[in-house]
């Protein structure tokens, strides 16, 4: 069976980079998401936009698990005209997967049973996973149509069966990256890269990268994944699910619980960072603290450009977009945001 790997063109605020190539447990997110269709895809078509043709290319150079190829969407191109140029490319039966979007394995193996097939949270859904036949050609696109107008418009030899699911992860905000984060850490299974110091305290599962070291002192528990080239402790106290990248420095009397820490991220000195994702090349100075829990124990709101939206999360730190540097003592308020090459100053409260 083929997969058809639809690029999401999903931004996540003050995560700039594109959606399937933000890294977290050690792999961009396009990697997890074919690792989640082994077993029941044997090639993949991954379509790419100019912008992200070459990295995603780099960073899966080495994936050998399921056979890849590669097309490139024009800049506006809808998808089902960029498909119906592809039709040589595609197989008999084939899925259609928006690269942004998890769903259960056993789900998406359930529709392998009928001729055409939509999975799906709601209907219409502009992220479904859909099961498809060539015969879907027959019915030509209009020019300009997206996806779900033409397979409204296409007259099925085979009725579309509409399966819902209860469980879809669409990353459609930046938070969403710390549900994904706890699936993914729950699979995972301890492997030293490195060796931790004798006298680091580690219960849980915990994967460490090449050249990384654990200081004494250090106490992990429940899941986590560091990368290679870190220098973590001593006594610094890490809570999982938590995943840290490539690069990073975790020095003394540093907590992190429940996070992502993407690449170079370097927090040395006496910081508190809860539920909060943290950009590639941040430096956060001593004493900084993320608040992740409101007073009243409501829900976090997100402020998203000039619109509030319920994060439907009781905590909820802070998301720092890359290139920043937070001044010592920096105190940041639940659910709150600072753009790319951000910086405060020494005492500064983030509202």
């Given amino acids: 069976m083929q997969g058809v790997i639809i690029n999401s063109k999903t931004r996540l605020g003050v995560l700039t980079k594109p959606t399937e190539l933000i890294k977290i447990a ?48 024009k800049q506006d191109q809808p998808t089902p005209s960029l498909l119906n140029h592809l039709q040589k490319k595609l197989e008999e039966k084939f899925f259609l997967i928006n690269s942004s979007t998890f769903y259960k394995k056993e789900e998406i193996t359930s529709t392998l049973e009928f001729e ?7 209907f219409p859904s502009t992220t479904p996973i859909l099961l498809l036949n060539k015969k879907i050609f027959n019915t030509q696109p209009k020019k300009g149509s997206e996806l779900i107008d ?16 209860d ?15 706890e699936i993914l850490l729950k699979k995972i299974r301890t492997e030293y890269q490195s060796e931790p110091e004798k006298n680091a305290t580690i219960k849980g599962e915990l994967q460490i990268g090449k050249n990384t070291q654990i200081k004494n002192g250090t106490y ?27 690069n990073c420095s975790i020095g003394n009397a540093v907590e992190i619980k429940s996070s992502i820490l993407m690449d170079n991220v370097k927090i040395s000195h006496l910081s508190y960072i809860g ?69 405060t100053t020494p005492g500064e409260i983030v509202k």
């Fill in 26 to 73: 050690n792999k961009p997110l396009i990697e997890h998401l074919l690792d989640s269709l082994d077993g029941i895809i044997s090639s993949a078509l991954i379509i790419t936009t100019k912008e992200t043709e070459e990295e995603i290319k780099k960073k899966l150079q080495k994936y050998t698990t399921i056979k890849i190829s590669y097309a490139c969407q």
């Fill in 275 to 343: 539920d909060s994702i943290i950009g590639e090349n941040v430096n956060v100075g001593a004493g900084t603290i993320t608040a992740n829990l409101r007073h009243d124990k409501k829900t976090i709101s997100y402020l998203l450009g000039s619109q509030k939206i319920d994060t439907k999360r009781k905590k909820l730190g802070a998301i720092i977009g890359e290139n920043s540097s937070l001044g010592i003592h920096t105190s940041i308020y639940p659910g709150r945001s600072l753009p790319p090459n951000s910086t």
């Fill in 220 to 246: 992990i528990e429940g899941n986590v994944t560091i990368g290679k080239n870190c220098i973590i402790g001593p006594n610094c106290y890490i809570r999982g699910p938590t995943s840290i990248g490539d």
């Fill in 150 to 165: 033409w397979i409204n418009d296409t007259r099925f030899t085979t009725k579309l069966k509409i399966r819902v699911s």
């Fill in 116 to 122: 055409n097939c939509m999975l799906t949270d709601t």
């Fill in 167 to 181: 469980t879809p992860l669409e990353i459609k905000y930046a938070w969403d990256l710390l549900t994904l984060n």
